[in-house]
């Protein structure tokens, strides 16, 4: 239904008169009930910066969506939409919003980070709609919307896509809640039953979670960022073809998609760092004739390359001083790690080790052992040695320094 046809036909008298308002950016015309938000009154601003953005996103040239304009109604009191013909009777009994054409509906939200966001969902679905010709499959379609969605917006400015660093900065979200719970719960989803989550599924939220995290995941990884930013071109496809397709375009890397998959499940907070975390190989120097494999403090998994056997004695020593958090003055910490803060139970910046799977053992979770300063250690599969310093994926940024150490 093109925008003028919901709205046209009643001027802004008469929806004055049963209560809405009209006001008009270059891209967005607001029909709202809602009075004494600011956020709101802010909507159609909002929405020309965020076209903008999907246009550099999506690869479409600004001229094309130059005259491009979307109707939303921002409701309130669901009823005053229905007395005025602006909510068809088709719809689905939606709970926050929905996009038809150029067309979206929100129901209003709590907060003003949640309302915009939702405003953002839905036209980010409006712009594929035009300038894709498509959503692709439903993870797609909605992980393209939230991880869109999510943005900052200060001082009049719109960021996109934006890097959270707190849930703070996105209250009432609650996408990483969900995935965690479901990790408490046992209900993690693998990466192919995100790819081919059904539609209906979409009527529980949480669903919406683990869109969002796989086109995370996806976007910001070195090794898959170039496959998934060519997935809008693929957009009008069917489901299955679009989901084969780039499948197979990353089928050489599939086990560590999987691995890394649930790597990123395991430890999943605000503020993530996806690329941080690729599991990369660690650098080997040699000291007195000796192979010394050197961990980075900043980095996620490091792969030393060494095969263990189920069982096996390990003889790890770990020397070096290093940098964990960088709050007015450095935080400095040997392998040991710091005790006056933990992470998951363990030191702050202790070294810690796991097995990496090389065959399909179903639980890909990793299973990390403190290791500390060394010591002699069995492991209970057999497998790739993988080393890194214990604390938050989140706060990686901030270390420097190195550990070196020797394995027997």
């Known amino acids: 239904v093109p925008a003028a046809q919901l709205w046209g036909q009643l001027d802004n008298q008469k929806l004055a008169a049963i209560g809405l308002r009209v006001t008009s950016g270059k891209h967005l015309t607001l029909i709202t009930d809602v009075r004494g938000r600011d956020d709101?009154?802010?909507?159609?601003?909002?929405?020309?910066?965020?076209?903008q953005q999907w246009c550099e996103y999506f690869g479409i040239e600004p001229a094309a969506a130059a005259s491009w304009h979307v109707t939303g109604c921002v409701m309130g009191d669901k009823q005053k939409f229905l007395d005025a013909g602006l909510l068809p009777g088709d719809l689905p009994n939606f709970p926050a919003g929905y996009q038809r054409g150029l067309n979206v509906w929100l129901h209003i939200q709590p907060g003003n980070?949640?309302?915009r966001h939702l405003l953002l969902h839905e036209g980010t679905h409006a712009f594929?709609?035009?300038?894709?010709?498509?959503?692709?499959?439903?993870?797609?379609?909605?992980?393209?919307?939230?991880?869109?969605?999510?943005?900052?917006w200060t001082g009049g400015k719109l960021n996109l896509n934006h890097k959270i660093g707190s849930r703070d900065e996105v209250p009432y979200w609650g996408r990483v809640k969900l995935i965690r719970t479901d990790r408490i719960n046992d209900k993690s989803l693998s990466i192919e039953s995100v790819?081919?989550?059904?539609?209906?599924?979409?009527?529980?939220?949480?669903?919406?979670?683990?869109?969002w995290a796989a086109c995370e995941f996806f976007d910001n990884h070195p090794d898959y960022q170039a496959a998934f930013r060519r997935l809008p071109q693929q957009a009008a496809r069917s489901s299955d073809d679009f989901?084969?397709?780039?499948?197979?375009?990353?089928?050489?890397h599939w086990t560590a998609v999987q691995l890394q998959w649930q790597m990123m499940i395991d430890e999943i907070e605000y503020g993530y760092d996806v690329a941080r975390a690729q599991v990369v190989p660690a650098e080997t120097v040699t000291v007195d004739g000796k192979s010394v494999w050197v961990i980075a403090g900043d980095r996620g998994w490091q792969d030393t390359g060494l095969q263990v056997s189920e069982n096996q004695d390990v003889q790890i020593t770990?020397?070096?001083?290093?940098?964990?958090?960088?709050e007015g003055r450095p935080w400095m910490c040997q392998a040991g790690g710091i005790t006056i803060e933990y992470y998951r139970g363990r030191p702050l910046g202790q070294l810690i080790a796991a097995i990496g799977p090389d065959a399909d053992l179903g639980d890909r979770s990793l299973k990390p052992v403190g290791i500390g300063s060394g010591g002699k250690f069995r492991f209970s599969q057999s497998g790739t040695l993988y080393l890194r310093v214990n604390e938050s994926p989140a706060q990686w940024r901030d270390n420097q320094g190195v550990l070196h150490v020797q394995i027997e």
């Open 40 to 51: 709101v009154d802010q909507f159609p601003v909002v929405f020309d910066q965020a076209v």
């Open 113 to 115: 980070y949640y309302a």
């Open 128 to 152: 594929m709609d035009q300038f894709l010709g498509g959503y692709g499959p439903p993870w797609y379609a909605e992980g393209m919307a939230e991880m869109l969605a999510v943005h900052r």
């Open 195 to 211: 790819l081919f989550t059904v539609p209906s599924a979409y009527q529980n939220v949480r669903y919406y979670g683990w869109s």
């Open 243 to 252: 989901n084969r397709d780039f499948q197979a375009e990353i089928a050489d």
């Open 318 to 326: 770990a020397t070096g001083e290093y940098q964990v958090k960088k």
